[in-house]
C-alpha cells in the first residue's frame, strides 16, 4: 500500500478541517457572506487554478457523458452540500458539522437499500446505530462546539449538515459511473474535479438565479459576490486554498491509489482533526464532544472495514 497516499489522505482530511474552522470563524465574523457566497468563492478560486493547471499541463478533456454527469455531481455535492454544510458552520460549530460526514457511508448504504433492494446486514445496521450515537453525545454536549456564541443553534445546524451528507452521498452516485469509467490517472481524477466545480460554480448561480425569480427583490445573486470586497478576498482566499485547492489533489491522489475503505476511514477523520485544530485555535471542548467523537469514528471504522477484521458483509447476497 502506497505510504504517501495514505498520507495525502490523512492530510486532506486535516485540510478540510482547517478550512471548516477558518469559514466558521469568517461567517461569524462577517455575516454579510453567506454560506452560498463563501462557497462559491471556493468553488471558483479552485476552479479557476486548476483550470489554469490544466491548460498548463495538457490534462485530457473528458467524454461528453461523464461530464454531464459529473456536472451534475457536482451541483448536488459542491453547490448544494457544500452549501449547507457553511450555513450549519456557525449555527453547530464545526464539531457537529465535521460529524455530518461520518453519516455519508450510512446514507450510502441506505440508498443502495432503497433504490437498488440491497439487504443489510447486521454488522452495517450495528456500525450505522454506533455513529448515530457518538453523534448524539456530541450534540448533548453544550454547543457542540464548545463556544454559545458560535453555536447558537446545534440542532438545527446539525440538521442541516445532516442534509448536506445526504446531498453529497447523491452526489456521490451520481458522479461514481464516470470517475470509474477513467484511465485511473491523477490528471483524469483532477479533470473530473474541474468538471465537478464546474458544476458547482454553475449550480450555484443557478440556484441563486431561481430564488430571484420566485420573489420580487433579486437580491441572492448579486449576494454571491460579496466575498470580492475590499478586506474579505484575503481571508476567504486562505480559506478556500487551504480548504479546496490544497484538499482536493490530497483527496482525489488517496482515492485513486488506496482501496475504498482505506480512504473512507482516512476521509472520515476530519471530526478527530477538528478538535485539536480548534483547541490551538482558541475553542474549547467537553468531554462529551472527545467521547461521541471517538465512538462516531470507531463506528464508522467498523462500516467500511478497511483491514478486513470483520467476517460478516455489509449487504446480504
Given at each position: 500500500?502506497?505510504?504517501?497516499?495514505?498520507?495525502?489522505?490523512?492530510?486532506?482530511?486535516?485540510?478540510?478541517?482547517?478550512?471548516?474552522?477558518?469559514?466558521?470563524?469568517?461567517?461569524?465574523?462577517?455575516?454579510?457572506?453567506?454560506?452560498?457566497?463563501?462557497?462559491?468563492?471556493?468553488?471558483?478560486?479552485?476552479?479557476?487554478?486548476?483550470?489554469?493547471?490544466?491548460?498548463?499541463?495538457?490534462?485530457?478533456?473528458?467524454?461528453?457523458?461523464?461530464?454531464?454527469?459529473?456536472?451534475?455531481?457536482?451541483?448536488?455535492?459542491?453547490?448544494?452540500?457544500?452549501?449547507?454544510?457553511?450555513?450549519?458552520?456557525?449555527?453547530?460549530?464545526?464539531?457537529?458539522?465535521?460529524?455530518?460526514?461520518?453519516?455519508?457511508?450510512?446514507?450510502?448504504?441506505?440508498?443502495?437499500?432503497?433504490?437498488?433492494?440491497?439487504?443489510?446486514?447486521?454488522?452495517?445496521?450495528?456500525?450505522?446505530?454506533?455513529?448515530?450515537?457518538?453523534?448524539?453525545?456530541?450534540?448533548?454536549?453544550?454547543?457542540?462546539?464548545?463556544?454559545?456564541?458560535?453555536?447558537?443553534?446545534?440542532?438545527?445546524?446539525?440538521?442541516?449538515?445532516?442534509?448536506?451528507?445526504?446531498?453529497?452521498?447523491?452526489?456521490?452516485?451520481?458522479g461514481r459511473g464516470a470517475m470509474t469509467d477513467g484511465d485511473g490517472t491523477f490528471a483524469f481524477f483532477m479533470m473530473a474535479n474541474v468538471a465537478r466545480l464546474a458544476g458547482g460554480v454553475a449550480g450555484a448561480f443557478l440556484i441563486a438565479g431561481l430564488r430571484d425569480g420566485a420573489r420580487r427583490e433579486r437580491r441572492a445573486v448579486p449576494a454571491l459576490f460579496t466575498p470580492l470586497r475590499k478586506g474579505l478576498r484575503g481571508p476567504f482566499a486562505v480559506a478556500a486554498l487551504i480548504a479546496a485547492v490544497l484538499n482536493l489533489p490530497l483527496f482525489t491522489y488517496a482515492m485513486g491509489t488506496?482501496?475504498?475503505?482505506?480512504?473512507?476511514?482516512?476521509?472520515?477523520?476530519?471530526?478527530?482533526?477538528?478538535?485539536?485544530?480548534?483547541?490551538?485555535?482558541?475553542?474549547?471542548?467537553?468531554?462529551?464532544?472527545?467521547?461521541?467523537?471517538?465512538?462516531?469514528?470507531?463506528?464508522?471504522?467498523?462500516?467500511?472495514?478497511?483491514?478486513?477484521?470483520?467476517?460478516?458483509?455489509?449487504?446480504?447476497?
Amino acid at each position: 500500500m502506497d505510504p504517501l497516499a495514505l498520507f495525502a489522505g490523512l492530510f486532506s482530511a486535516v485540510a478540510w478541517a482547517f478550512g471548516s474552522h477558518l469559514f466558521a470563524r469568517l461567517m461569524v465574523r462577517h455575516r454579510e457572506v453567506g454560506a452560498p457566497a463563501a462557497n462559491l468563492y471556493k468553488n471558483a478560486l479552485s476552479l479557476a487554478i486548476f483550470g489554469a493547471l490544466a491548460l498548463a499541463l495538457g490534462w485530457p478533456l473528458l467524454d461528453a457523458g461523464d461530464s454531464g454527469w459529473l456536472l451534475l455531481s457536482g451541483l448536488l455535492g459542491f453547490a448544494v452540500g457544500d452549501a449547507l454544510y457553511f450555513a450549519a458552520l456557525p449555527l453547530c460549530g464545526v464539531q457537529i458539522a465535521a460529524l455530518s460526514g461520518n453519516l455519508i457511508p450510512p446514507a450510502a448504504a441506505l440508498l443502495g437499500w432503497l433504490v437498488l433492494g440491497e439487504v443489510l446486514e447486521s454488522r452495517a445496521l450495528v456500525a450505522m446505530a454506533v455513529v448515530m450515537t457518538g453523534i448524539v453525545i456530541v450534540l448533548l454536549g453544550k454547543a457542540g462546539g464548545g463556544d454559545a456564541s458560535r453555536a447558537p443553534r446545534p440542532v438545527f445546524g446539525f440538521a442541516l449538515a445532516a442534509g448536506a451528507a445526504l446531498t453529497q452521498s447523491f452526489a456521490i452516485i451520481a458522479g461514481r459511473g464516470a470517475m470509474t469509467d477513467g484511465d485511473g490517472t491523477f490528471a483524469f481524477f483532477m479533470m473530473a474535479n474541474v468538471a465537478r466545480l464546474a458544476g458547482g460554480v454553475a449550480g450555484a448561480f443557478l440556484i441563486a438565479g431561481l430564488r430571484d425569480g420566485a420573489r420580487r427583490e433579486r437580491r441572492a445573486v448579486p449576494a454571491l459576490f460579496t466575498p470580492l470586497r475590499k478586506g474579505l478576498r484575503g481571508p476567504f482566499a486562505v480559506a478556500a486554498l487551504i480548504a479546496a485547492v490544497l484538499n482536493l489533489p490530497l483527496f482525489t491522489y488517496a482515492m485513486g491509489t488506496l482501496p475504498a475503505g482505506i480512504s473512507s476511514v482516512l476521509f472520515g477523520t476530519t471530526p478527530l482533526w477538528t478538535l485539536p485544530i480548534g483547541l490551538f485555535l482558541g475553542q474549547r471542548y467537553g468531554a462529551k464532544a472527545w467521547i461521541g467523537s471517538a465512538i462516531a469514528f470507531c463506528g464508522l471504522f467498523v462500516l467500511v472495514d478497511p483491514f478486513g477484521w470483520f467476517a460478516t458483509p455489509l449487504v446480504a447476497t
